[in-house]
């Protein structure tokens, strides 16, 4: 994945057909981060009124990120392929919402791998883990490519 440009409207990346292939595949995981894992605070006097509030909340998020993000990935603008491999486009007004689902997708493998503390060796993983530790990997390098993008390193 390489920077091409960045301006005050969008960056632009250059993608491999393989880092194409497999940043769709990491982004169509989302959501991953279960829906039980946002807690509010235990001091508050309405727990279970609330926790339900917030559980009711981030269910819509959930639900309205995931059709963003599958009408973003089906329209053409988004990734389009060039003779070199695919072109990454990404809006800046879409850079933090995008960031979201990379992180949704990244603390969401973190949590189903048992949140290790120490990095897991790809061949210490089960097929299906290493999926998750791949998913991983990927949101972490693509959150930072984004991140220095935009200007934020």
């Known amino acids: 994945m390489t920077l091409v440009s960045a301006n005050e409207e969008f960056v632009e990346f250059s993608l491999s057909a393989q880092e194409h292939q497999v940043i769709r595949k990491v982004l169509e995981l989302y959501p991953l981060v279960p829906p039980a894992h946002q807690t509010v605070s235990r001091e508050m006097s309405q727990t279970t009124e609330y926790q339900q509030l917030l559980d009711h909340a981030l269910a819509e998020q959930r639900q309205a990120n995931k059709e963003h993000l599958q009408r ?11 003779p070199a491999g695919w072109r990454f486009v990404l809006k800046r007004e879409d850079a933090e919402w995008l960031l979201q689902v990379i992180n949704d997708v990244r603390i969401g493998s973190w949590l189903a791998l048992g949140s290790p503390e120490n990095t897991l060796e790809p061949g210490e993983l089960e097929p299906k883990q290493l999926r998750l530790w791949v998913a991983m990997q990927v ?7 984004v991140l220095q993008a935009l200007g934020f390193s």
């Not at 949101?139 to 490519?145: S, Y």
């Open 72 to 82: 973003w990935l089906s329209k053409a603008g988004a990734f389009q392929r060039i």
């Open 139 to 145: 949101c972490g390098m693509l959150q930072m490519a």
